[in-house]
């Protein structure tokens, strides 16, 4: 083997080591849930739109409220995995969709997180009352804390 094919060889192992690190430490982005967009909303109106007109604006959710009637919740987040270090929450938003009694859009909310707290980043509201805050600040809260640890009870 000559010195040449030698230093070839070396040349061509140390650049695949060097496209292994650079891809390693190149961030992945994943989203999970689905959010409507702020167009989709616009399709839906307050007091006139129907549970049937935003399943099919919008689709059904993936979150119903508690309570008979008390809303839907389109939940999203966004993660950052990068490397060998834990997956990093960058964003997260919720759509929150209260009906009436009737079946009829009462409010379309958006809520964020920002610093650990949860806020507002828009409202179509037909009341000043604003039901479910509490259910909103849990979904917004709880992503991300489960390990499976707690999960199995470890």
């Not at 061509?12 to 167009?39: D, F, K, M, S």
């Not at 979904?139 to 999960?151: D, E, N, Q």
Request: with cysteine; charged share 25%.
């Amino acid at each position: 083997m000559s010195s040449t094919s030698g230093i070839r060889r070396m040349a061509r192992l140390v650049t695949v080591a060097a496209v292994l690190v650079v891809a390693g430490c190149t961030p992945i982005y994943q989203n999970h849930g689905y959010v409507p967009t702020e167009e989709e909303l616009s399709r839906i109106e307050v007091g006139k739109s129907s549970r049937e007109e935003v399943s099919a604006v919008i689709g059904r959710p993936s979150s119903v409220g508690v309570l008979q009637g008390s809303g839907w919740f389109y939940v999203g987040s966004r993660w950052k995995h990068y490397g060998a270090r834990a997956p990093q929450e960058i964003d997260r938003q919720v759509v929150a969709i209260t009906f009436n009694e009737g079946g009829t859009v009462e409010n379309v909310e958006r809520f964020g997180l920002e610093r650990g707290e949860v806020v507002v980043l828009s409202r179509r509201v037909t009341k000043s009352n604003i039901k479910g805050l509490g259910l909103i600040r849990e979904l917004l809260g709880s992503f991300g804390r489960v390990s499976a640890g707690k999960l199995l009870g470890d």
